[in-house]
């Protein structure tokens, strides 16, 4: 089993940034795929962003590439996520998700691909 937990979401203005963090239990965790998540009010859970185990690919979601950074810390059992230039869209609770295997799958925009998640944290995106 593993643990998940998300911090680091609050309110922001747009134009402005937050950081997320996820820190994740396991002595694999470098060993894990590691995704962001993220559910709109009203809206279904959606795909933001995902990194490799050794962190050299990370892909994103059209709506975030350019602002979004993702990044691990497997020292520290952590990634992050770096949110700039945040808009009103970008209002969400967003969700750290663990896949549990070395694999990056094709189909890594889909939530079933990953085993572990955490209770997710809100952004609030004021004008």
């Known amino acids: 089993q593993v643990h998940v937990v998300e911090s680091g979401g609050g309110l922001a203005q747009a134009g402005g940034s937050l950081r997320l963090s996820c820190a994740a239990s396991g002595r694999t965790f470098h060993s894990y795929v590691m995704g962001w998540f993220r559910q709109p009010p009203g809206k279904e859970r959606e795909f933001v962003a995902v990194?490799?185990?050794?962190?050299?690919?990370?892909y994103y979601a059209d709506s975030v590439k350019g602002r979004f950074t993702i990044s691990r810390d497997d020292a520290k059992n952590t990634v992050y996520l770096q949110m700039n230039t945040l808009n009103t869209e970008d209002t969400a609770v967003y969700y750290c998700a663990v896949r549990a295997s070395l694999e990056l799958s094709r189909d890594y925009v889909r939530s079933y691909n990953y085993h572990y998640w955490g209770q997710g944290t809100q952004v609030t995106v004021s004008s």
């Open positions: 990194i490799n185990w050794n962190g050299r690919y990370t």
